[in-house]
């Protein structure tokens, strides 16, 4: 058996550790004779294995007290409606950051369900640079400030949690969470996706401060409802088991690199090196500002785009995978979460040398 080196934006990699663990474990689950996938989630076996991710993810964050952690369907774009139907409360309007496409996103699917405040937008720039928190506009009176804390297409990612003036503060933080350490107690609601840093897809994480729970628009689907999933232990109907059981086996993987502050410092190092191989070639691009390059997601081009087929097809056969950009905007892109060893950046970073002095 032959694994590559995947860099896939997601679903994407997981710690081979992980998946051997999911393997060994996969028939018989600790003596019980069945797997995960074949437990009630009511019974103690699974409750266990729930409120053991919940704890470690608690303590890799240090989540303060008096936020909810919440383990839903639908991923984060079902959160995209849930936040606007959750949060709007008394309110008209909510504020959001526009930094790339996945904000895109968030802003249509609130607009359904309230005025939409642009605060800022990267558009001018054509998004590859964040605007500066001096020269945002806020509406005070919206019900909360939304920002994408790392734009998987884009490969932009705030380098600093910005200034809420006053309001909650609410992210999307699909791409990034767990890169770094966060500090919670600053955000109103952090939500993501787990396909691309925390487990496989189908599972999301919401962790929301708990006065911001408890009344939702009237027309909220209970499955939506942060009140009804936080007072059923996001067992109000039944969670996706399997997925959310691999995204604990990811936690447990995460405290045995260190936790977050050791997991930083590989990824600090990982993209530093990429970008610097990028940069320092006339061969290939980056258009990002340096200040906001994101260290998970890396975008690239050749100036020669006829190249760009037979780059992919070399990669490939060099057993570096899911290179290609995004559909939207072509070109490179190379996903490099924490599941990403060191050692398959260093392989990327050798077969681009090598491209480059085979066609350069
Ligand atoms: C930043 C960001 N937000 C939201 C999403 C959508 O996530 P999901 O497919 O889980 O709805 C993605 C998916 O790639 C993403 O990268």
Redesign the pocket.
């Given at each position: 058996m032959t694994r590559v080196y995947n860099f896939s934006?997601?679903p994407s990699a997981l710690p081979t550790a992980v998946l051997e663990r999911a393997r060994d474990e996969l028939l018989d689950w600790h003596g019980t004779g069945m797997s995960i996938m074949e437990m009630s989630h009511r019974s103690k076996d699974y409750v266990a294995i729930a409120e053991r991710a919940e704890s470690d993810l608690r303590e890799l964050l240090s989540i303060p007290a008096g936020y909810k952690v919440l383990f839903l369907q639908?991923?984060?774009?079902?959160q995209f409606a849930a936040i606007p139907m959750n949060l709007l409360r008394d309110k008209t309007t909510v504020a959001y950051v526009n930094t790339g496409i996945?904000s895109k996103?968030?802003i249509a699917e609130a607009k359904k369900y309230a005025r939409v405040q642009i605060a800022a937008s990267g558009e001018p720039n054509n998004f590859c640079a964040i605007p500066p928190r001096a020269a945002w506009t806020v509406d005070a009176d919206a019900a909360y400030l939304h920002y994408?804390s790392?734009?998987?297409?884009g490969g932009v990612e705030f380098q600093d949690i910005p200034d809420a003036g006053g309001l909650p503060l609410v992210s999307?933080m699909?791409?990034n969470i767990l890169s770094r350490p966060l500090d919670v107690g600053r955000f109103g609601l952090v939500y993501a996706?787990a396909?691309?840093n925390m487990g496989p897809?189908g599972i999301?994480v919401v962790i929301l401060r708990e006065d911001l729970i408890g009344e939702p628009m009237a027309a909220t689907p209970s499955i939506l409802d942060y009140r009804q999933q936080a007072d059923n232990g996001s067992m109000l109907n039944t969670p996706p088991t399997y997925p959310w059981y691999l995204l604990g086996l990811v936690l447990e993987w995460l405290k045995e690199q260190g936790g977050l502050a050791a997991i930083e410092a590989v990824n600090v190092r990982k993209s530093a090196k990429l970008y610097a191989a990028i940069d320092r070639s006339p061969f290939y691009s980056n258009p990002v500002d340096p200040a906001c390059r994101s260290r998970m997601n890396v975008p690239f081009r050749i100036a020669n785009t006829e190249l760009e087929k037979t780059f992919l097809a070399e990669a490939r056969a060099a057993g570096l995978v899911n290179l290609e950009g995004h559909r939207s905007v072509g070109g490179f892109r190379a996903s490099i979460y924490n599941a990403m060893p060191e050692a398959g950046v260093d392989s990327l970073i050798g077969f681009m040398g090598e491209f480059e002095r085979k066609y350069g």
């Open positions: 934006a997601g639908g991923g984060a774009s079902a996945w996103k968030a994408t790392n734009e998987t297409i999307d699909s791409s996706g396909q691309k897809a999301a």
